[in-house]
């Protein structure tokens, strides 16, 4: 038996997030139901990361443990021809250690999240992309962002049902920039807490309209009080960006 | 009553194509729904060009006559505001005389089609590109792509099943160039049959991959037949990319 390490990407508009549910159609699921078609079993789709619905993937790693005896240079185009939908695509294969977990072996994450920055939103963007009519003052909205890097409890960047023992979590880099009609923001860090990023980014947007202050960030993380931060920003401009194990992005 | 010419663009994978049908989401259709949900009229979109099922606009212009008193500079975020679903982009709106009429004014179109030329698909592409797995000389190509301008009667260029008095058009300019994994062709001309486009970049992928020869287009088109001509590429692909009244592309 090979444990296989597989980095595919996705379109989350498609789908109702990662995470295998009945009566619904997820990525995890989808890809479960292709490997039953192509090799016949029932196996166990570890994936790097739960993305909620309407989240998009560039990047995505999972492994599986399977009998099959598909070539790791086959495999991807063979799990596509499985009737996977098109709206996922399998990059590439590799066998890993037997006991390599594509959840708990990675060690550090980047997200994106994209704002489409116009007045007339192109019908391309449509749930790829948050639309903002408004001015962006993306020196101040990067400079707000440099606040989030270090280790600190992101209690107040976390949606408020969220059951985790620790919220403490490391962010390695921060940024804003232009590229054309779109901002972007790019966070790096060693785990992000449930709906994080899109919390960052309300926060964000908060002190490009005046709401709160480019150095009100260091307070709001400090009082670990949700109602302080932003709102939480739609799923649709969120994308899992890069995956790192051994603290390189891999290709599997 | 006004004659309002409105700019819109659309992701063609969401509908029928641009004609209105009973039971099928069209663009047509969806902007003459939203338009009685505005204003009240039962009005006539005409539109510039009747794009297949599949097929994209990055711009598109159509003409209504209305007696609505919206602004035109309100209209484009009223009529998207009338549940105009998001892979409808109206970009602008302005009156012009009462008799222009989008289709029999325009005197020139521009079409775009986007080959992305990797092993291994992006889901981003997915529905908005033609997968190519295999390698592309974009010289040849483009040296092939020239033998289309001119005036010629193209029913070699014409889906058998079309019914137009004349095929002669002229084809003002064509070229075949890379953008990073795509490939794009992209044609001008005062007017194109039906799946013209989509048999000419059939056409060019066979002088790609070697069935047909560079120089053998022009007795391709010589011959009227349509046999003798590559295949209809998917129409995924295809962007309906400027449109030309009176010589210019103009701002609505």
């Known amino acids: 038996m090979r444990n296989l390490l597989f980095k595919i990407a996705f379109q989350g ?15 995890q699921g989808e890809l479960k139901a292709a490997f039953k078609r192509l090799t016949g079993e029932n196996v166990n789709i570890i994936g790097c990361s739960r993305t909620d619905a309407g989240v998009h993937a560039n990047e995505y790693f999972f492994n599986v443990r399977t009998e099959a005896t598909i070539p790791v240079e086959s495999f991807p185009v063979a799990l596509m021809s499985a009737k996977l939908p ?27 999240y994209v704002i489409e920055n116009t007045k007339t939103p192109s019908p391309f963007y449509y749930k790829r992309a948050m639309n903002y009519k408004y001015d962006v003052d993306v020196e101040l909205m990067n400079k707000a962002a440099k606040h989030f890097i270090g280790t600190f409890d992101f209690s107040a960047f976390c949606a408020a049902d969220a059951q985790v023992k620790s919220k403490v979590r490391t962010i390695y880099d921060a940024s804003v920039f232009r590229d054309g009609d779109l901002i972007k923001f790019r966070v790096q860090g060693n785990g992000f807490l449930y709906n994080m990023v899109r919390i960052m980014v309300g926060t964000l947007l908060y002190v490009n309209n005046g709401k709160i202050k480019c150095d009100d960030i260091p307070s709001i993380i400090e009082s670990k009080d949700r109602t302080k931060a932003g709102i939480t920003a739609i799923p649709d401009g969120l994308y899992l960006n890069k995956v790192f194990y051994g603290g390189e992005s891999i290709e599997a």
């Open 13 to 27: 508009a498609a789908f109702h997030g990662w995470q295998q549910q009945e009566n619904a159609i997820t990525v």
């Open 86 to 112: 098109g709206e996922i695509s399998v990059y590439s294969c590799k066998e890993v250690d037997f006991d390599f977990n594509a959840r708990f072996d990675c060690e550090k994450k980047e997200y994106e």
